[in-house]
């Protein structure tokens, strides 16, 4: 092979292996947020970029190595948007606003989480020191500003609160200068170039990280618990009649974990669909748009399944079911949600597994929800019941995932929540049975 052929080859050989080394890195940063940092091992990461275990260590001698690189990176690219603003500006109080600016910028694409997550973990000495070494360094222009604003009054040494040293008219100095400087996305943030890699975003929005945990622990074990209550009884709608005559109550709690699950998916749905829009809006639009429409429609037929059932208790579960079938194509508005009923779990996962919220595995058992079948009346099948369980594999360690992230809240603060929660769904319910 000619020589140029050789260092065309060897070229390509390492830009190659700069982006499996950075690919590598932004699974560690998945792994280490969603599940802790001794989740990151060898075999995880390696999974999620399609490597084996031996062509990882051709990148990385060991996971904390990796784990090394990953902290190294993101305080990195921080440190690089950081003096990229810092540059354009020279007056103490411009350079205060520009850092903290940037840094409002910065933690909102999440590039600040993996240090975060190394923090909470259980971290050899020597890892935690330079973790906080890295940290003081990338503060410094922020301390030597507040030093300099302040005349060297302000002991700004190593504590990155020295802001408060400053008097409420210089503090005035640093506020919001109006509509024109409001905050963008930083250059390289949202996407692998200008220095940054990208890095999924907090929690954040409607209905917040608590509900919406909630939501996606709560929703699908309800559904799985309601479809296997019905197991034993036939599939079709005149057997599910009279086992509600034969079984009122286990029918009855059957159907009511079902729409309750449904129901409380709502919120869940909206979370995930604003994760997934930090890299994938367009999928994360559709996929959260045809999710909420169907979880709509099951709730249509969950309130015509209550229907057919007190007529089953009033006039028999012979009559119930000759009126049930007479009317049973008639034409509804809802009936035109039964695409979105499939369809939205369908987008839904695939744009979760696109924007790196749910691995393959997990992505795929989110799409099973559309195997759940649709319409009334509806028992149980091999089908519904890996739908349902389909769902709780997918929905139900992210919502776990939700709830490890952030601040605990204070005891008292759960309870109080609680309380006011069990207080809320009584009324409601005490105000339902009013008519």
């Known amino acids: 092979m000619p020589l140029r052929g050789l260092r065309l080859f060897a070229l390509t050989d390492r830009c190659v292996g700069a982006q499996q080394r950075a690919a590598l890195i932004q699974a560690a940063v998945d792994v280490l947020v969603e599940q802790g940092a001794a989740a990151v091992t060898p075999a995880a990461v390696g999974a999620r970029t399609g490597l084996a275990r031996s062509s990882f260590h051709q990148y990385f001698p060991s996971a904390a190595a990796l784990l090394a690189a990953l902290v190294e990176e993101s305080f990195t690219a921080a440190d690089a948007a950081t003096a990229q603003a810092l540059a354009e500006v020279g007056a103490p109080a411009d350079r205060i606003d520009a850092f903290v600016r940037t ?35 990338h503060c410094a222009p922020l301390l030597a500003a507040i030093a300099e604003l302040t005349d060297g009054s302000a002991d700004t040494g190593s504590d990155p609160t020295a802001v408060r040293a400053l008097g409420p008219r210089r503090r005035t100095q640093v506020r919001h200068r109006g509509p024109d ?14 220095g940054m890699v990208e ?206 992230e952030g601040p605990r809240p204070a005891g008292r603060t759960v309870a109080g929540r609680v309380l006011l929660v069990a207080t809320a769904a009584g009324a409601m319910v005490l105000f339902g049975q009013l008519g």
Not at 103 to 117: F, M, Q, V
Not at 181 to 194: E, K, M, N, Y
Request: charged share 15%; proline share 4%; net charge positive.
């Open 103 to 137: 840094e409002l910028r910065i933690a909102a694409c999440g590039t600040h989480r993996p240090a975060k997550a190394l923090m909470r973990a259980d971290l050899p000495a020597e890892c935690v020191a330079r973790v906080h070494e890295l940290h003081h360094r």
């Open 199 to 404: 890095r999924q975003s907090r929690w954040t929005g409607f209905p917040g990280r608590w509900v919406g945990a909630g939501s996606l622990v709560a929703g699908p074990v309800l559904v799985l618990a309601g479809v296997l209550a019905r197991w034993r009884f036939d599939f079709f709608f005149p057997a599910q009649l009279t086992a509600y005559q034969e079984h009122r109550r286990l029918i009855a709690v059957s159907y009511g974990l079902v729409a309750a699950g449904w129901t409380l998916l709502l919120p869940g749905v909206a979370l995930l669909a604003g994760r997934i829009a930090v890299r994938r809006s367009e999928l994360a639009w559709w996929g959260g748009t045809l999710a909420v429409l169907g979880l709509c429609a099951r709730a249509f037929h969950a309130g015509v399944d209550h229907l057919a059932f007190q007529l089953a208790a009033q006039r028999g579960a012979a009559e119930a079911s000759a009126v049930v079938g007479e009317a049973y194509g008639a034409f509804h508005v809802f009936g035109a949600l039964n695409a979105a009923i499939m369809g939205g779990w369908l987008v839904l996962a695939y744009g979760a597994w696109r924007a790196g919220v749910l691995g393959a595995v997990r992505a795929v058992a989110l799409a099973a929800g559309a195997a759940m079948p649709l319409g009334v009346l509806k028992g149980t099948t091999v089908g519904s019941v890996a739908a349902a369980a389909g769902l709780c594999l997918a929905l139900v360690p992210l919502g776990a995932a939700a709830w490890r």
């Open 181 to 194: 400087r409001a905050p963008t996305t930083p250059r390289g943030c949202g996407r692998q170039g200008g």
